[in-house]
């Protein structure tokens, strides 16, 4: 089973054996809508009994896990859905884990290197992809760019304008 992480745990919330997370999604909303998350790398199941969002947090509380000593260990852990409960993407949009890894290719087929990260904030993403060499291109994630993301097969195929990759 494939799984993709949601939120991070960065700590407990009173006594009940809440957990804060930090939502690593941007639908909030999401959260009331599951059932179960899988909880570290270990992927420890966990049924959802109450969620809340305060301040730009979610707040989980699990069934069996009702006092802070039982959810203690789970700090510093990722949140997980597994693939059956990811969000339905619209065409052209990628959930940022499918893409780190992804080979880069310039449109005449050299490879350029791989995609290890994606930047956010502007006015649209950023892909960091890292040569052999170790150095590293900034990319926009825009279609003048980006002409092609096959994530089946772990490719991007780009078109960079001059001086982009130099």
Do not use: W
């Not at 941007?26 to 992927?43: P, W």
């Not at 825009?142 to 092609?148: A, G, Q, R, T, W």
């Amino acid at each position: 089973m494939d799984y993709t992480i949601i939120g991070k745990i960065i700590n407990t919330h009173g006594i009940k054996g809440d957990l804060k997370i930090y939502p690593l999604t941007d639908s909030l909303d999401r959260f009331f809508h599951l059932e179960k998350v899988y909880i570290g790398d270990s992927k420890e199941e966990a049924i959802i009994k109450e969620v809340n969002v305060h301040k730009g947090f979610v707040l989980l509380r699990f069934k069996n896990l009702e006092n802070i000593n039982d959810v203690l260990k789970y700090k510093e852990q990722f949140i997980y859905v597994d693939d059956e409960n990811r969000v339905k993407l619209q065409k052209n949009q990628y959930f940022i884990s499918d893409l780190i890894g992804c080979k880069v290719l310039l449109q005449d087929g050299k490879e350029l290197g791989l995609l290890i990260d994606v930047l956010q904030g502007g006015a649209n993403d950023v892909y960091v992809v890292s040569t052999q060499e170790k150095k590293e291109f900034l990319i926009p994630a825009v279609s003048e760019f980006i002409k092609i993301v096959d994530i089946d097969n772990n490719l991007i195929v780009i078109d960079p304008i001059e001086g982009m990759i130099e």
